[in-house]
């Protein structure tokens, strides 16, 4: 008799991340204002052998990409669709900063809905905490 197939899209990915034999994968939450610190936490998690996703673009700094308005709302959504991606495809959310934004606490909250492992850098913030 053969194992039981797994039945959700999440338990798939799991079994074929451990197929695949690939380190545990960590996403990196927090304002744009601690990109530095995110920065650092990146080192950190790849030096201790873990995958790291993290945001990497700043909406709040100037780039031609962002010069039209309506271009730059749509890219803003776009944005936030790929980082509860790397939410999803994550084994556990590392939160940077010393400050938890309307973004980051929607971040979090959905981490959790997840079932995702949610740490921080400054447990003090956690909101549910």
Known sequence: MSPPQPHTPEEKLADA???MG???I???CGSVRFMAEMNEADVRETCAGK???KPAVDMKSPHQLRADPAEAEA???RLGDLHRAKIRLADEVLVVGDYIGDSTRAE???ARRLGKPVWFTHPEVDPDG
């Open 17 to 19: 991340k451990e197929l």
């Open 22 to 24: 690939l380190p545990r």
């Open 108 to 110: 979090i909250a959905y």
């Open 26 to 28: 960590v996403v990196i």
């Open 75 to 77: 890219l803003k959504v």
């Open 51 to 53: 995958i790291v996703v």
